[in-house]
């Protein structure tokens, strides 16, 4: 049960990293300045929905306990979805660990049912703020 609690608070990692990449096509808060944002940066929401879903299932899916995904291969899996700088701390954290560790305890595969995220709030600087659940 710790472990999965331990699995909860890394997910709500996950969505702090999501709202903080996630803004609206209207302003960014750049050196102080709000700035229109051009088109071609904006992020939309649908887009990071299914970032977010994809990077959980690679992240959370183990499907033979007896022979889990090692870190290393997990982390190569989940590089494409983190910023350099976002990927070496959940290197350093070993938050790829995780869900070897957890499969390997309770001997039984994980697989990601259902991410769903709400919309919490909308910050001045055009981020947006989610709250997610994650069914396994």
């Known amino acids: 049960m710790a472990i999965i609690k331990k699995i909860l608070s890394l997910l709500f990692l996950v969505v702090l990293f999501i709202s903080a990449?996630?803004?609206n096509k209207d302003v960014i808060k750049e050196n102080s300045e709000e700035k229109p944002l051009k088109e071609e940066n904006v992020v939309k929401v649908e887009e990071a929905e299914k970032l977010f879903n994809n990077y959980s299932k690679e992240l959370y899916t183990?499907?033979?306990?007896s022979n889990p995904p090692t870190?290393?291969?997990?982390?190569?899996?989940?590089?494409?979805?983190l910023t350099e700088e976002q990927y070496n701390a959940e290197i350093a954290n070993r938050k790829f660990q995780i869900p070897e560790l957890v499969s390997k305890q309770i001997n039984k595969s994980i697989e990601v049912q259902d991410v769903k995220l709400e919309e919490q709030s909308k910050n001045g600087d055009g981020k947006i703020d989610y709250l997610y659940t994650t069914t396994f």
């Open 71 to 81: 870190f290393d291969e997990i982390a190569e899996k989940i590089k494409v979805y």
């Open 62 to 65: 183990i499907k033979d306990p």
């Open 21 to 23: 990449v996630a803004c």
